[in-house]
């Protein structure tokens, strides 16, 4: 039987196909059409990362984000959802959703890795994400 860290090395990330995948979306225009705005979760494209850094799943390489800042048109920053829950200043559990939300994985992205709208979230959580996002900065 394999213990957890023999389980652990045993998985693979497949950077091929992630490699392939950031091509394709490199070559995308931004669509003038996509619309998105500051609240809103949107899945997108986070591909496959580093170490401990959250990774995106299925062959879009997609897991849900929260668009934190808008800058313009092209970039954002955003952070990304997961469904492990975890109780400490790192993480934020959406009430409408239940979704987690990971504080301090925030990221500047293209909008060329936006895929489709999921929901926006409220003003007042909101706010309190990005005051417990702030909070972990010196």
């Known amino acids: 039987m394999l213990n957890k860290f023999e389980k652990k090395l045993e998985y693979k990330k497949d950077f091929d196909s992630w490699n392939e995948k950031k091509k394709s979306i490199d070559q995308k225009e931004i669509s003038e059409s996509i619309f998105f705005n500051e609240r809103e979760i949107w899945w ?21 984000l929260l668009i934190v800042r808008k800058f313009n048109r092209s970039i954002v920053w955003v952070l990304p959802l997961t469904t492990i829950a975890k109780n400490n200043k790192f993480h934020y559990t959406l009430k409408s959703s239940g979704s987690i939300v990971i504080l301090s994985q925030i990221r500047l992205l293209s909008t060329k890795r936006l895929l489709r709208l999921v929901e926006t979230i409220n003003e007042n959580e909101f706010n309190e994400i990005l005051t417990k996002t702030k909070e972990l900065f010196p």
């Open 44 to 64: 997108g494209s986070l591909g496959l990362n580093i170490g401990y850094e959250q990774d995106g799943k299925n062959e879009n390489f997609e897991r849900p």
